[in-house]
């Protein structure tokens, strides 16, 4: 779905390459701005990982509106999660060790929110689940791969469309939103508020 030069452009609020990629395989023209805004450690911790991933979408969003106020924004946040339990991105090599222990040998989840926020159109605010059955991984191999840094910035400590594609089993559910960005659901939530009347105000 590529934009014409007469739509209103559509703004990443997001620095992830891998998020960036997955726009343009689906053709979707796209500007970036880096959401000046810190993911805040614990606040959502009473929320479910699909409430928690949508607020911190919005947040990514509407942080960079002030700047965009003719564009549609596009947040979003990914975590892994086992039984309930978020987990996000791991804070250095020992806590990514962790993370791939508990992951290691289970059928877990991997949710994604995404938010849209548009000029004077309203805004779009949903997630998308895929479950994931890892294989029980050996200790050398969690530490050879803690030790390649693949983990860095990825939600679940492991990014599946690298090398730990060979710890995984089954995939039940969208592929890009594992990756970082369910784009069948992007793509619907675009053509969804490009279609609403100008009348519709942002909130």
């Not at 191999?141 to 594609?165: F, H, M, N, P």
């Amino acid at each position: 779905m590529a934009n014409s030069q007469h739509e209103i452009p559509l703004i990443l609020a997001s620095s992830s390459p891998r998020r960036g990629a997955l726009l343009r395989q689906a053709g979707i023209a796209f500007g970036v701005a880096s959401p000046p805004f810190c993911e805040p450690a614990g606040l959502l911790a009473n929320l479910t990982p699909a409430q928690q991933t949508e607020a911190l979408a919005y947040f990514k969003a509407r942080s960079v509106q002030r700047d965009h106020r003719d564009a549609f924004l596009l947040g979003a946040d990914t975590l892994a999660s086992i039984e309930g339990r978020a987990l996000g991105k791991p804070a250095d090599a020992a806590e990514a060790h962790s993370m791939l222990e508990s992951l290691s040998g289970t059928r877990h989840e991997v949710t994604t929110g995404v938010a849209l926020l548009g000029p004077a159109r309203g805004r779009l605010i949903a997630s998308e689940t895929t479950r994931v059955t890892m294989r029980r991984m050996t200790g050398s191999e969690i530490d050879g791969y803690v030790s390649s840094g693949e983990w860095r910035g990825k939600a679940g400590a492991y990014a599946l469309q690298e090398t730990a594609d060979r710890f995984i089993r089954d995939i039940s559910g969208s592929f890009s939103n594992v990756v970082g960005l369910p784009i069948e659901l992007v793509t619907r939530m675009i053509d969804e508020l490009r279609q609403r009347p100008k009348a519709h105000k942002t909130t």
